[in-house]
C-alpha cells in the first residue's frame, strides 16, 4: 500500500524538523521546501497527498503558494501561522485552505488535524466499507454521491474535499435545519466545535461556487442564530 505523501513548507528549520519527524514516526511519507517557490516545485514533482504551508515565508508566502497550488489542484491544505486572530484564519480559508493551525502547536494537535482533512479528503475507492450510491438533484445542481461530483446546469463545479462533505451534510439532510454544532462536528469533527468562523467561510464558498446570486442564495439559506438549511425547490 502506498503511504500518504505530505508536502511541509516552512523557512523554519526547527519547525520544518519537528513536523517532519513526527509526521514520519507515523509511516507518513515527507518531502520538504523552505518556501513558496520551492513548494510549487515539491508539489509537481511529488504529487503530495495533503499539503501543510507557512503563511509567512520570504519570496513567496504562504496565501500565494495556496493560489497557485488552488489553480489546478484540490489537495487538503493545512496552514502554519503565529498569528491567530479571526480575520488571519477567515483570510487563509478564503484563500483555498482546508484548516488553519496557530503556532505554536503540539504533536496532537498536528496529528488530529492531520488526520482530519485525510479523512475528508478520501476518495470512495479509498474509504473503508460502502459510501452512499446515487445522487441528489436541485433544480440545476447535481450531485453524485458514489463519485463525488457535483455539477451546475452540466458543468462539473470544482469542490475541495471540506467544500464537499459541507455540501453532501446540506444535501443530505435537504429543508431540514442543520445546526452550527452539527455541521462542525460532522464535516470538521468535535475538535472544531468553536470554530464558527470555518462554517462562516465554507458555507460563502459554496454559495460563491453554486449560487445564481450569493448575495440572494436560493438553495443554501441561513437560519439567523441557529444554523443553515438546503432549500430542495
Do not use: C
Request: net charge negative.
Amino acid at each position: 500500500m502506498r503511504r500518504t505523501r505530505v508536502l511541509v513548507v516552512d523557512d523554519e528549520p526547527a519547525i520544518l524538523k519537528f513536523v517532519r519527524s513526527n509526521l514520519q514516526a507515523r509511516g507518513y511519507e515527507v518531502y520538504t521546501a523552505s518556501d513558496g517557490v520551492e513548494a510549487l516545485d515539491e508539489f509537481e514533482v511529488n504529487n503530495p497527498d495533503l499539503v501543510i504551508l507557512d503563511i509567512r515565508m520570504p519570496g513567496m508566502d504562504g496565501l500565494e503558494a495556496t493560489r497557485r497550488i488552488r489553480e489546478h489542484s484540490q489537495v487538503p491544505i493545512i496552514i502554519l501561522s503565529a498569528l491567530g486572530e479571526e480575520s488571519d484564519k477567515v483570510r487563509a480559508l478564503d484563500q483555498g485552505t482546508d484548516d488553519y493551525l496557530t503556532k505554536p502547536f503540539g504533536v496532537d494537535e498536528l496529528l488530529a488535524r492531520v488526520r482530519a482533512v485525510l479523512r475528508r479528503g478520501k476518495s470512495p475507492t479509498q474509504e473503508i466499507g460502502p459510501g452512499p450510491t446515487g445522487s441528489f438533484t436541485a433544480g440545476d445542481l447535481v450531485v453524485d454521491f458514489e463519485h463525488r461530483r457535483v455539477t451546475m446546469k452540466g458543468l462539473e463545479v470544482k469542490l475541495t474535499p471540506t467544500e464537499y462533505e459541507l455540501l453532501h451534510q446540506l444535501v443530505s439532510n435537504a429543508d431540514k435545519v442543520m445546526t452550527h454544532s452539527i455541521l462542525l462536528n460532522r464535516v470538521w469533527g468535535p475538535e472544531y466545535s468553536r470554530e464558527s468562523e470555518y462554517l462562516r467561510v465554507y458555507i460563502g464558498r459554496l454559495r460563491r461556487k453554486l449560487e445564481p446570486d450569493p448575495t440572494q442564495p436560493k438553495y443554501i439559506l441561513t437560519e439567523p442564530g441557529v444554523g443553515y438549511r438546503f432549500r430542495a425547490p
